[in-house]
């Protein structure tokens, strides 16, 4: 009698078919399903086939909610060190002074990622950390992601626009004020309370207008934008939802 072997390896014996396809699969091909075995081809299709789990407001829902959370708050670090340990010259060509941005656009983001005293990282990346990950786990790793970065961008394009030409700008407080706008306007929608929020709001507006060498500027553009951004996500989810109910 012929013995029956794999159809992916055809020098090796068959014990099993798969359940799908019926055809015959060694033991190395073998992919535990919720019935029986399938072969990889079957299983990868059947994983493909299930509907991705949604976060609250429309992400993709992933196992860890605090990924991108944590990368950034590497990269502002790694930063950090570079430009304490690097030349003078590597700030320079990082930080974001408005009448260069025509030329060296690259300073609208590099700019939000770099700090030069440790009391300015420390609280900036405090608030990311805290508010990273909730809003992480209920906007899904690209729309978090996305929110953060476009807080950091209309963060700089404020300065860009409302500053001296010649100022100097760095930090990532306007992508964190995007988080706390993106924050409100979600925990708004959810009907969660807010005076927290609006607390830490006034707080910030008062120090950024009282003390020098405060970017209020970046921190306006920053928390506008991000409340922006969380407002289209929370119409995005309100017509996802709509859209559910009628089908």
């Given at each position: 009698?012929?013995?029956?072997?794999c159809?992916?390896?055809?020098?090796?014996?068959?014990g099993?078919?798969?359940?799908?396809c019926?055809?015959p699969?060694?033991?190395s091909c073998?992919?535990?399903?919720?019935?029986g075995?399938?072969c990889p081809?079957?299983?990868?299709?059947?994983?493909?086939?299930?509907?991705?789990?949604?976060?609250s407001?429309?992400?993709?829902?992933?196992?860890?909610?605090q990924?991108?959370?944590?990368?950034?708050?590497?990269?502002?670090v790694?930063?950090?060190?570079?430009?304490?340990?690097g030349?003078?010259?590597?700030?320079?060509?990082?930080v974001?002074?408005?009448?260069?941005?025509?030329?060296?656009?690259?300073r609208?983001?590099?700019?939000?990622?770099?700090?030069?005293?440790?009391?300015?990282?420390l609280?900036n990346?405090?608030?990311?950390?805290?508010l990273?990950?909730?809003?992480?786990?209920?906007l899904?790793?690209?729309?978090?992601?996305?929110?953060?970065?476009?807080?950091?961008?209309?963060?700089?394009?404020?300065?860009?626009?409302?500053?001296?030409?010649v100022s100097?700008?760095l930090?990532?407080?306007?992508?964190?004020?995007?988080?706390?706008?993106?924050?409100?306007?979600?925990?708004?929608?959810?009907?969660?309370d807010?005076?927290?929020?609006?607390?830490?709001?006034?707080?910030?507006?008062?120090?950024?207008?009282?003390?020098p060498?405060?970017?209020?500027?970046?921190?306006?553009?920053?928390?506008?934008?991000g409340a922006a951004?969380?407002?289209?996500?929370?119409?995005?989810?309100k017509?996802?939802r709509k859209k559910?109910?009628?089908?």
């Amino acid at each position: 009698m012929t013995e029956t072997v794999c159809y992916r390896h055809p020098d090796r014996p068959a014990g099993v078919r798969c359940q799908r396809c019926d055809r015959p699969i060694c033991p190395s091909c073998m992919k535990s399903a919720s019935v029986g075995f399938q072969c990889p081809s079957c299983f990868n299709e059947g994983v493909k086939s299930v509907p991705r789990t949604r976060t609250s407001f429309g992400g993709i829902q992933r196992g860890n909610p605090q990924v991108v959370t944590m990368v950034l708050l590497a990269i502002n670090v790694l930063v950090f060190i570079a430009v304490r340990t690097g030349s003078s010259r590597l700030v320079n060509d990082l930080v974001l002074v408005p009448v260069l941005v025509d030329s060296e656009p690259w300073r609208l983001f590099t700019s939000a990622f770099t700090h030069l005293q440790i009391f300015h990282i420390l609280a900036n990346l405090f608030m990311l950390y805290q508010l990273g990950p909730p809003l992480e786990q209920m906007l899904g790793r690209l729309r978090f992601l996305t929110l953060y970065l476009l807080s950091a961008l209309g963060g700089s394009v404020a300065v860009w626009f409302l500053s001296s030409p010649v100022s100097a700008t760095l930090g990532a407080s306007g992508a964190v004020l995007g988080l706390v706008g993106g924050l409100l306007v979600i925990s708004r929608a959810r009907g969660m309370d807010v005076t927290w929020i609006l607390g830490y709001v006034a707080a910030t507006a008062v120090i950024s207008f009282l003390i020098p060498n405060i970017s209020w500027q970046g921190h306006l553009g920053g928390f506008v934008t991000g409340a922006a951004v969380a407002w289209v996500f929370v119409q995005d989810t309100k017509r996802r939802r709509k859209k559910a109910a009628r089908t």
